[in-house]
Structures are given as structure tokens and as C-alpha cells.
């Protein structure tokens, strides 16, 4: 019934998520060369959740935005999103539609789909120059551009991520509980995640895919709670449609496995806040301050790239306050 309804969705709107059609209602730049006014109060650089709030925050406060995003979400291969009140179970490029949509009502909202490719300072704010090489200015820029997971060279790991290959049992530690369930890390990052998820299961083992680097502390205490640990190195994950079914090493030796959670090194997707000097936390996050204002003057952050948290519900949190913290912003320069 859910993919019936989902098909009537998309029938009626027109809207599909990361780079499919778009309700040619929503005003969209996509196909279009601009030679007129390309000048807006705010530029959002990423079209997601938290990005999407931001902009919803701001059509409704009467700005002029404009969104650029070139439709590939990091949770593109995930099947379905949870804790997130009235969405729970659903899509995420259904919430992301949805959302887009709604977004779309707003007349002072317009969308972009390109990839923006650098921004500079100007006397009145920022130009952003896109894939089109067309430039677009601002006088506040929000980057809500997520982060890029790093990918381990280990067959079956990326056709498996975000499906049964997790990074959050907060996300869909419920789906999986109680069943067989690996974590594929080392060290610290291993023994937290043990720890946290030892509350979802107790058929737990760690695969350090090596030796372990693990303190003794730490080995006493996984010992106690009965928490194998296997430090032979993988080969590869096997599984069919994103779903594991076993571990295969390089010793020929398998275990079978139903859920793996991970946390993996990451970049952030979008280089251009570096570029206009924004620094960044120790884990690689954009720094921000609680009105989620970055280290440089007009230019705010909001959603993966800012947070550890990376929830849907989160996110959009994230971007609406960012939304409303612009346009306060806006309007104490102006009054």
C-alpha cells in the first residue's frame, strides 16, 4: 500500500527527489540561463532536509532565496527513515519531496539544480558561481551541504551503506534488535559503539578487520560483558541488495551477520566554506556558534556538516532555526 500511495504521490505533484522530475509548478532555474536579477537575500547551498527548513523558514519571512542543490543526498540508499514524528517508516526522498513541495509554495523560493562551485565576498555579501558558471548574489549564504562518508576498500561495504551497513541505532537500531549484529571499527570508536548498541542487542561481536587497538581497560571490560572480538582481517561483505548476510575473511573463515553498524572517516561534501575562510572542529565539522552562525561574518551552517547528530528530525530542526537566525539577523541590519 505504501509504494501504491507513494506512485498516487507522484502522479498528482510531479516531484521526485535527487535529480528526477519536479513539479514544473515549484519555480525552478534548472533548465534556464538567468540574465535578469540575480540578486537574493539568502542563498541555501544544499537541498535537503536541513537545507529545505532553512528555506521554508525564510519564504515564510517574506525573503528572496534561492536554492542550489544538485540532488544527491548521502542518504540516497536509504530505505526508509525513523524517529521522526509523523514520518516515522517513511522514505526519506519521500519526506524530501514532500518537503520540497511545500517548500515550493512559497512565491520568494526558487530552486537551483546545479552544483555550486565556488563563492567570494563581495561589498554587498556573496557571489556564488554555479556548474553553469553563472553567478548568483547574496547578502547571507547558508550552507546546509551534509558530508561525504569515506567508503572502506572492502567489497559489498558501499552497496550496503545506509540499508544494513548503519551508522545510527537511534535510525534503525529498532529494525534490527536482537538480531545477529557486527561492528566493523577499532579502538575507542569501536568500544563506544559497543557499548551503545549492546542496548538494541546482546548478540554483538566487534570486527576490528586487524589487530586490535583496543586499551586493556577496555578488553577487560568487553571481556566481561561477553563481547567477542575478531581481528581477522575481511575480504569482503556479502550480500545481496544492500542486505549483508555474511563477513568473509581472507582466511577463507565466514560469519554470518544481519546488521552492521559503523562510523566512518568523513569529508565535507562541500569545500567552498573552507575556501571563504570557515574553520572547522577538531572532527572535521563546520564550527558554529549556538545561533548557528559560522567564523565568518553572514555566512551560516546548519545539518550533517555541523553535528555528530545526523537525523532527519535533526536536521530539520537545524535548518528552521537557522532560517529564523538569518532573517533576525536581516532585519537588525536593516531596522
Not at 546548519?302 to 553535528?307: A, L, Q, S
Request: proline content about 4%; overall charge neutral.
Amino acid at each position: 500500500m505504501k509504494q501504491v500511495a507513494r506512485r498516487t504521490f507522484i502522479k498528482q505533484t510531479g516531484i521526485v527527489f535527487g535529480g528526477l522530475l519536479i513539479n514544473p509548478s515549484i519555480r525552478s532555474l534548472a533548465n534556464t540561463t538567468m540574465t535578469g536579477n540575480n540578486q537574493y537575500d539568502v542563498i541555501i547551498i544544499g537541498g535537503s532536509y536541513a537545507g529545505l527548513a532553512a528555506a521554508m523558514a525564510l519564504g515564510r519571512a517574506l525573503r528572496k532565496v534561492l536554492v542550489i542543490d544538485n540532488g544527491n543526498p548521502c542518504n540516497k540508499q536509504t530505505p526508509y527513515s525513523h524517529n521522526f514524528l509523523t514520518r516515522d517508516g517513511v522514505p526519506p526522498t519521500e519526506i524530501a519531496m514532500i518537503a520540497r513541495e511545500q517548500v515550493g509554495r512559497y512565491p520568494t523560493v526558487q530552486f537551483l539544480h546545479q552544483l555550486a562551485t565556488g563563492a567570494k565576498q563581495t561589498e554587498n555579501g556573496f557571489a556564488v558561481q554555479v556548474s553553469s558558471e553563472e553567478i548568483f548574489n547574496a547578502r547571507k549564504l547558508v550552507f546546509a551541504s551534509g558530508v561525504k562518508d569515506i567508503m572502506p576498500a572492502v567489497p559489498g561495504f558501499s552497496e550496503s551503506w545506509g540499508i544494513s551497513v548503519l551508522h545510527c541505532p537511534y535510525c534503525h537500531g529498532y529494525e534490527v534488535k536482537h538480531k545477529k549484529t557486527g561492528i566493523y571499527a577499532n579502538g575507542d570508536n569501536a568500544f563506544e559503539l559497543a557499548m551503545l548498541i549492546s542496548n538494541w542487542t546482546h548478540d554483538l561481536t566487534v570486527y576490528t578487520n586487524g589487530p586490535s587497538a583496543f586499551s586493556d581497560e577496555q578488553t577487560e571490560i568487553l571481556k566481561k560483558y561477553k563481547l567477542p572480538v575478531v581481528e581477522t582481517e575481511i575480504r569482503s561483505f556479502e550480500q545481496q541488495n544492500g542486505y549483508v548476510r555474511n563477513i568473509l575473511f581472507v582466511d577463507g573463515a565466514q560469519s554470518p551477520v544481519d546488521a552492521i553498524y559503523a562510523r566512518l572517516p568523513f569529508e565535507q561534501h562541500c569545500s567552498i566554506p573552507e575556501s571563504l575562510g570557515c574553520e572547522l572542529t577538531e572532527e572535521g565539522y563546520i564550527k558554529i556558534n549556538p545561533a548557528q552562525k559560522t567564523t565568518v561574518a553572514g555566512v551560516f551552517a546548519c545539518g550533517d556538516n555541523v553535528t555528530r547528530m545526523r537525523t532527519v528530525a535533526n536536521a530539520v530542526s537545524l535548518g528552521t532555526t537557522t532560517g529564523m537566525m538569518v532573517n533576525k539577523e536581516l532585519i537588525e541590519e536593516d531596522f
